[in-house]
């Protein structure tokens, strides 16, 4: 007897269209699914290769050791060059001396409102004059880092004209090595370097030997 074909209900018809739709719509829910849960652990973006900042004996200082100067340093603040920057990290504000910021060619005006006072590792106390930010600059050419830097200015008189801390250095990326007495730091051209002006550490420090001296001393 021949077989014939026996072709679905019209309702059977209709599940069986529905069917791979099913699958599909399914196999797609599956896939968002997944690709949420793909977003929601994804790893955060890595942040870009930077150079590695490495101090060796090529950076060593001339003549014997140890030499104990501190690092003084020369950049450029406002436009102009400032010498005698002390490089420290003992404290949590740059300093910027009052004689040097009127140099700059800077006023009282230019200055923001400080309302908490400076204190020394002696307990002494003073009232700043104000704050201000300058664009600093920093390294040789090419090798050069350009910042805007917040400054305390201070009414006091000292062998130096700024004072370097904690903020201004970790704003640079600066790397500080007494030993090698001098700081690097990245700029888009590589890691540059600025070499402590040794002739004017000893001169401030002379300085402020004979400064100490004319004052009466309590121990």
Do not use: W
């Not at 196999?27 to 997944?34: A, G, I, N, T, V």
């Not at 060059?81 to 230019?110: A, C, H, I, P, Q």
């Not at 700043?128 to 050069?144: A, F, K, Q, S």
């Not at 970790?170 to 402590?196: N, Q, Y």
């Amino acid at each position: 007897m021949p077989m014939h074909e026996i072709k679905p209900t019209g309702h059977e018809a209709e599940a069986r269209s529905e069917a791979p739709r099913i699958a599909r719509e399914t196999q797609e829910e599956q896939d968002d699914r997944s690709g949420k849960r793909n977003k929601l652990h994804r790893a955060p973006p890595k942040r870009g290769r930077r150079d590695p900042i490495i101090f060796s004996d090529d950076d060593l200082p001339d003549g014997p050791t140890p030499h104990r100067d501190a690092i003084l340093i020369v950049m450029d603040v406002n436009g102009a060059t400032v010498r005698r920057v002390f490089v420290d990290t003992g404290s949590s504000v740059n300093v910027m001396y009052l004689e040097t910021f009127t140099k700059l060619g800077l006023t009282k005006e230019n200055l923001h409102q400080v309302r908490t006072p400076l204190v020394g590792f002696t307990g002494n106390s003073i009232e700043p004059e104000g704050c201000i930010t300058l664009t600093i600059e920093i390294g040789e050419y090419p090798r050069v880092r350009a910042i805007n830097m917040e400054f305390v200015v201070v009414d006091l008189k000292s062998a130096h004209n700024i004072i370097l801390e904690r903020p201004g250095l970790e704003d640079l990326g600066a790397v500080v090595s007494l030993e090698h007495l001098c700081l690097k730091f990245r700029t888009p051209e590589g890691v540059g370097t600025i070499i402590c002006d040794r002739q004017a550490a000893r001169s401030c420090y002379l300085l402020a030997c004979r400064q100490i001296g004319s004052q009466d001393l309590q121990v």
